[in-house]
Structures are given as C-alpha cells and as structure tokens.
C-alpha cells in the first residue's frame, strides 16, 4: 500500500479525491499500486484514517466541502495535531494542494525523513534556496502541477538535464488571464473593459490584482529558473506590474472602478507593437544568467506570438533543441488538469516506491 | 547498480552511449542510480562485461562502430550466444535501439522473467496484439522514443489514461520527411522536386519509399492507438502511400528517375485544397474507433496547419483538454533527441528498480 496525506482540499482537492477514487483500482491492476489516503486536512481540521481513510469517508469529506464547511466540523476530525505526527514508518507520499506557505518546513522535515512529496502549491519551492533545495534533491519531490497544470513542463525539463542537454532559452506564456486580456486588447477591447469581462466572468483571482502583479507568473519562472540549476534567491524575479503602485493598497471595488488609470501605460505599449508590426505578450524569459517576467514585444513569427486566448504556451530551447524549439501548449489551468498533473505525479512517485 | 543491455549501436546507439557516459557520474549523485552496461550487440556480435563494460571498453565500441567495422571484429567479441543469458539474477534493462524485429520475442521473455525494457525501435510493439501486452503490462516497457523522438508523447499519454482522462482525438504530424515535402509543395516545388532534394539532402531513408509509403508513420499510429488501450491487430493500420503501386519493386534509382509518375495525384489533391483555401498535410488521426493515416486538407485555423518544415505536432483531444487540446511540437528524429528520449526512460525506470 502507497499511503498519502493530502493537505488541502479545496478546487484542485477534491477533483485530486475524485480522481483517485475513480482510478485506484485500476492503477492497482495496471502497476500494482494501492494508492490509500492515510490523513486529509482543510485549513480547519485533519481527517485521519484508522489506518486508511475509506473510499466512503471520501466521499464524505467531499460532500462536506462542497456544502461549505471546515473539516473540523467532522466528528471525527483532529483540530489539535500536526500531520506529521501521522506519517507512517514506511515511506508516505504527502500531498501539497493547498495555496499557503505554512507546510513548507514540515514538507522539508518530512522529505529529509525519507518520505516524498507532490505538489500543485508552488509556495513551498519558492521559499529560500535551500529549502527548494531541501525538497527537491535526489528527485524527492514532484511537482508537475506548479507549472501549466497538466502540462508536461517540469518533467520535460527535468529530463532534458538528466540527460545532460543544456538550456539556453526558455519563453513562456504561463497565465491564462493575462493571455485571455492580450487576446481581447487585439480584439479592439480597452485594457479596464477587458479585466472587467475577466473578473466578471470569473476568469481572474476574485482580486484581480493577484494576476496583473505577475506575482503569481514570478513564482512559476522562480521555480522554472531554480529547476534548471540556477541557484535563484526568494524574491529574486521580479515581474512587471500592469497597474500603478497607488492602486496596489486600494479595495478590489475601487480598483476595479479607478481601472483607467492603468489603461495608458499599457495601451501605449500595445500600440507601439502593433505600430511595429510586432505583437505583445506577457512572458517568462529564462537564460542562464537572466530572468524576466513581463509585457514584451514579439516579432509576429516568434512561436509564443502565435498564442491566442488563455492557453499556456512554454519554448524550450537547448544545445540539442537549437533551430527549432520544444514547445508545449494548452490550457495551463483548471481543477480537472491541475488534478491530473498531480496525480501523474503522485503514480509515477508510488511506482518508485 | 542498475545493469544494461543495449542492442544496437547505429546512430541512435552511439548517441545514447555518449549520453549514459556523460551524466552517469551526475545521476549517481542526483539519485544515486549507477548505470552500467553489462553488453552491447551490433548485428554481428556482442561485448559483454566481466561484470561490466568499463568506460574504456565503451570507447572502444564507439571507435570500432565509428570506423565502420562490426563488435565481431573486437577480440573480447561474443558471436554464438544469446544477450538472454547475459541477464543477471537482479533486474536489467534492456535497450532495444536496432530497427529489426528480431529481439521481439526475447524481450518478451526478458519482461515476463521480470526485467525492464526501453524501446527505440518500433518493431517490437507493432507485432502481434500479445506480444504488445506482454511487453507492455505493468508498465515493464518505456518505448517514449518511438513517436516523436525526444518529444513528450507516449508518457503524456500515459499519464492521462492512468489518470483517468478519456482520449477523444489524436491528431498528429508525426513524419518529419512528409512535413518537409508538404511545406516544399506550398512554396512552389513540384512533388518530384521536393522528394529529390529531400533525398539528396538525406532528409529521406536512403530509399525514399521508406518515408513516402507511410509505413513508418503507420507503426507509431498503431503504437499510439495500442498506448489508448485499442487492441489494433498487427498490419491493422494502413497507410495512404505517395506513390502509385508500379513503383514499388523498382530500384531506388529507377524509383527516383521515374517520381514524376506519383506528380499527378499528390499535386492534385494539392491543388484542390488550396482552391477550397485548405491545407494539406500528412496526419494521422486517431479517435476510438478509427485510425486514419494519410493526406488531409485541414482548414487553415486547425492546431496542425500552423505547421511548416519538419517539425512533429502531436494535439490530444481528450474529456479534460476538450475545447482547448494539449499540443506538443518540436524535431521528432535526430540521433541526440531521440537518445534523450531513451535515456530518460531508463532514468525513469532505474528509478523503479
Ligand atoms: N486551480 C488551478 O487551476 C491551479 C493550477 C495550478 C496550481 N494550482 C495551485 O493548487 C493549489 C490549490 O488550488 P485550489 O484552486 O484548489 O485552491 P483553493 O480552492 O483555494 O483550495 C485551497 C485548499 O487549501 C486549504 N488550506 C488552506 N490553508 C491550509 C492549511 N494551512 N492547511 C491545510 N489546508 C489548508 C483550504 O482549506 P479550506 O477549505 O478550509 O479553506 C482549501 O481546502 C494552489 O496552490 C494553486 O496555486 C491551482
Ligand atoms: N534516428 C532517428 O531519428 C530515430 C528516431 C526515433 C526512433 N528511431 C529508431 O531507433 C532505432 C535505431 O535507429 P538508428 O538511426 O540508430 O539506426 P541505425 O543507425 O541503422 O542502427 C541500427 C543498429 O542496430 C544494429 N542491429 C541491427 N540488427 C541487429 C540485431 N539483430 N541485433 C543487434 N543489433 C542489430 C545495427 O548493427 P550494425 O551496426 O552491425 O549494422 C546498428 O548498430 C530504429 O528502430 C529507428 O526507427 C530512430
């Protein structure tokens, strides 16, 4: 039996529950794998199995999460305890979906106890140095997920190093918000009428702010930079903003309603691309001894200029993909994708064990 | 340490014996995997190890193979034996990068004694339904190199099924050769003329038929609706072939002079898509319950019209990547690429064993 304690159950939570649910017996026909959740915690409480959680305790928790409501409201749910104290002798694989930084030491302790760790939460790899480092030496952690969903990116860079190829360049589009709003920019749409459709539409963080900081882009090229090998401190990338700093502390109702006052700055660049015959982008750009994260003009036959819409797009290009690149596409987000990267992680870690 | 048989020792072989020499040192300490040939066979004879096969002797292999000699010509050569009693007590993995069918049964035994297998060649996997399986079952064999070399294909598939996703559609350009000759044809080359330079160019097998028969492209359309679970009969998929039956059993040369024979179709079927403001490409499309390989005419905003030149594109279709497919490109042959292909599959396997 392969036990798994999964932190977080939230969107990509309980697709991941429902995903595993629905496949374990077939993975234990296929791999002979026994996939069993040993513990499950929301931010309120840890289900803890007695030794395993049941298929029907699953379907529980499911059930009270979809109603809204914490864990802890389980009778049988643990307030008080650290999931750690649960790890089993033998070697568990301990699941990071959840959005906080919080398990990042743990997940480190739980890693140098020889235990292996799969993540959708890119917080815990973008702490200091050594702890992405800690977690991630001798290919203990796995984390797919942190980077297009169920893209094949990490696992393709990954093995392009092992295989001793080197990279020269890497370019990505890796929001789908920011990729949806260039696309409406081309449109003709104004810059506040194209974040208002995402926001009402739902196609952006409830605060907006989250995706046109690039914060959330920084982490993905952090982790991106720091998997290549290059020893990148936390808050090392910085990423273009697409708002002005005084609406950086402002509410969401008023930054969306003082929208406008970003419209210039980037309605000035798009028009001097397309001015250029150029298009513009929002994209990652990795080299060995550079790393940026913002709006870019690109020629109109670059790969990445191609994109439309909010698929995720990632180029690489090494000694060996040299004339012409490696490039991976699609949709980089979403509960059902995201939990699919995760769980190819989570299979391809038990059949190691 | 982690025992490999290599059989072959061509282009792909050599590339991949570069490799394994060149990062071994690095995956001892990345994951504490020691890679270490105990043969290495070339059609003519085997070098097997006392265990093992030094360093040294690995560079010999290369020298002998690079002067154009075969391992028979070695004094440490064995010719009368079988690699299947090479095997040791613990578990192997063996590398089939030839293009013959011979080792096919072999393997199968190797698997079914518990050994692991890693397929360049496509032969093996494009027998017989059970031989498929046997080879197959339990995940014993990576065969990611087969379609698209380097590229991220067989794994993604994988991942998918066993995550419980259900494949739609497999579109895919998966003939580097047929690539170059259709974007000849759109910049104005006559069939003939762009097969000629193609040939001349060593862009083609060095019988061109090889490529414009589609049999190639054919076997990784098997492979690929064997990887969905579809159990395709052997010879099952049949391709659309570039040039008419009278041609078939001709000399290469006779083949060559007489191209402007197979003119009249192709650039007919040329001519007609263009008119109707199509494009015509060389695909193979996959859903679960056809398998087609051949020219298409694909309308100009379909994933695989962008494509120009040589490069592969492979577009999964499936419940999750619905309206939005994952699509994968980049070179899908080369000696080095497809080593890194086959090189991550042992790395991914020695990381089971
Ligand atoms: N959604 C996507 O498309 C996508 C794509 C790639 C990566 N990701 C990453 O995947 C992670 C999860 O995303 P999501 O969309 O599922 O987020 P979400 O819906 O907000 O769920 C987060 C879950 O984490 C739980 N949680 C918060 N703090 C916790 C703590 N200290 N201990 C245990 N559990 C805690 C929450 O508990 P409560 O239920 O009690 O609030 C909730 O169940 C994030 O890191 C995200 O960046 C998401
Ligand atoms: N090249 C590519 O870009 C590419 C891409 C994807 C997949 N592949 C596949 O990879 C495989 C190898 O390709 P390649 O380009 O390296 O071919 P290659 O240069 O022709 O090399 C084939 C090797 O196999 C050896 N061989 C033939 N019969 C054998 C037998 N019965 N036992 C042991 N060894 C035998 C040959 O021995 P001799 O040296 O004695 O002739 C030679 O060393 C093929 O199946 C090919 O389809 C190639």
Redesign the interface.
Same mark, same amino acid.
Do not use: F
């Given at each position: 039996m392969t036990p798994i304690i999964q932190l977080g159950i939230g969107g990509v939570g309980r697709a991941l529950a429902r995903?595993i649910v629905?496949?374990a017996p077939?993975?234990r026909r %296929?791999?002979?794998i026994d996939l069993r959740y040993i513990a499950i915690a929301d931010s309120r409480g840890i289900i803890a199995g007695d030794p395993t959680v049941s298929e029907e305790q699953v379907h529980q928790i499911l059930a009270v999460k979809e109603a809204g409501h914490g864990l802890d409201s389980m009778t049988n749910a643990i307030t008080d305890r650290h999931w750690i104290e649960l790890l089993p002798a033998t070697i568990a694989i301990v699941v990071d979906v959840t959005a906080t930084s919080e398990h990042t030491a743990p997940l480190a302790a739980a890693v140098s106890a020889g235990h292996r760790v799969v993540l959708a939460n890119k917080r815990p790899l973008c702490d200091e140095y050594d702890l992405f480092t800690a977690l991630t030496e %001798?290919?203990a952690t796995r984390y797919e997920a942190t980077v297009g969903a169920?893209?094949?990116v990490i696992?393709?860079l990954q093995?392009?190093l092992?295989?001793?190829?080197e990279v020269l360049r890497i370019e990505a589009a890796l929001s789908g918000t920011l990729g949806f709003l260039m696309s409406a920019l081309e449109e003709g749409s104004s810059f506040a009428e194209a974040v208002w459709k995402a926001h009402a539409l739902g196609y952006t963080e409830p605060d907006p702010r989250d995706d046109l900081s690039g914060a959330d882009v920084a982490r993905k090229a952090l982790i991106l930079a720091r998997t290549c090998g290059i020893p990148v401190p936390a808050d090392a990338v910085s990423a273009e903003s697409l708002f002005p700093p005084q609406l950086a502390t402002v509410s969401v109702a008023e930054f969306l309603q003082r929208l406008p006052e970003a419209e210039e700055s980037v309605m000035e660049r798009f028009a001097a691309a397309r001015a250029a015959g150029n298009v513009l982008r929002y994209i990652t750009c990795i080299t060995p001894d550079n790393i940026e994260v913002g709006l870019r003009e690109l020629p109109a036959d670059h790969p990445l200029a191609?994109l439309r819409?909010p698929?995720n797009m990632i180029s690489f290009t090494t000694r060996?993909?040299h004339?012409?690149?490696?490039?991976?596409?699609?949709?980089g987000a979403?509960v *059902?994708?995201t939990?699919?990267g995760v769980?190819?992680d989570i299979?391809?870690t038990a %059949? *190691?064990l």
């Open positions: 995903q629905a496949v077939a993975i %296929r791999y002979g %001798r290919g169920g893209l094949p696992g393709v093995g392009l092992d295989t001793g190829d191609g819409g698929d060996r993909y004339d012409r690149p490696m490039v991976i596409r699609g949709p979403g *059902e994708v939990a699919t769980l190819s299979i391809a %059949r *190691e």
